[in-house]
Nanobody, 120 residues
Framework: VQLQASGGGLVQAGGSLRLSCGAS????????MGWFRQAPGKEREFVASISTSGGIRRYKDSVSGRFIISRDNAKNALYLQMDSLKPEDTAVYYC??????????????WGQGTQVTVSS
């Protein structure tokens, strides 16, 4: 499975960004998906995950209510709508494919990252 993330950029605090991830080489509609992020000097952390049908979604506590994960199985695409962005959201964001778990996603495949920078 190949994953290609896009949509990152520089935004002011309080602004919005929408990340996209295109998938190829696998059965997207049968694969749970998610987003992770890694800030400078920190470990990669879970942000959000979504089940194959989109009916189950999980979020890191600090982004719940501000971020929305979604998917379009017809387009083999995953999205992350990020609103009310904060400087602490600054990180490289990665899309991932794997298996949904109670706490997020067990990752089998990683995409390359896209940089999100939130200025104060």
């Amino acid at each position: 499975v190949q994953l290609q993330a896009s949509g990152g950029g520089l935004v002011q605090a309080g602004g919005s960004l929408r990340l996209s991830c295109g998938a190829s080489g696998g059965t997207f509609s049968r694969t749970a998906m998610g987003w992770f992020r890694q800030a400078p000097g920190k470990e990669r952390e879970f942000v959000a995950s979504i089940s194959t049908s989109g009916g189950i979604r999980r979020y890191k506590d600090s982004v719940s209510g501000r971020f929305i994960i979604s998917r379009d199985n017809a387009k083999n695409a995953l999205y992350l709508q990020m609103d009310s962005l904060k400087p602490e959201d600054t990180a490289v964001y990665y899309c991932a494919a794997g298996t949904l778990t109670l706490t997020g996603l067990r990752v089998d495949y990683w995409g390359q990252g896209t940089q999100v920078t939130v200025s104060s």
